[in-house]
């Protein structure tokens, strides 16, 4: 079945970087599309980031381009978001995302908090 498993989340200050992993299993990564949903409390999920599967081409939410780069390894069934010069407002939790046969997977969450 497939699983997406999130990691790299934690508290950081404003102006700072981390960089969040997702692992996949369960599918022919190389083929799908990978996506980078966050969620902030009382608001709705907003999609943060998608790569393609050959191409690796980026598309990129206004709010986080030219601050987040989404990356993917077909080699190590892995994406991951770089996120640089972190505002508060990014503070939400990030869901890796894939659709895969008509059926879109989610994984846990990782949890990204920005200070001030």
């Known amino acids: 079945q497939v699983q997406l498993v999130e990691s790299g989340g934690g508290l950081v200050q404003s102006g700072g970087s981390l960089r969040l992993s997702c692992a996949a299993s369960?599918?022919?990564?190389?083929?799908?599309?990978m996506s980078w949903y966050r969620q902030a409390p009382g608001k709705e999920r907003e999609l943060v980031a998608v790569i393609s599967s050959v191409t690796q081409t980026t598309n990129y939410a206004d709010s986080v381009k030219g601050r987040f780069i989404i990356s993917r390894d077909n080699t190590k069934n892995t994406v991951w978001l770089q996120m640089n010069n972190l505002k508060v407002e990014d503070t939400a939790l990030y869901y890796c995302?894939?659709?895969?046969?008509?059926?879109?997977?989610w994984g846990q969450g990782t949890q990204v908090t920005v200070s001030s």
């Open positions: 369960g599918f022919t990564f190389r083929n799908y599309a």
């Open positions: 995302s894939v659709r895969v046969a008509s059926s879109t997977y």
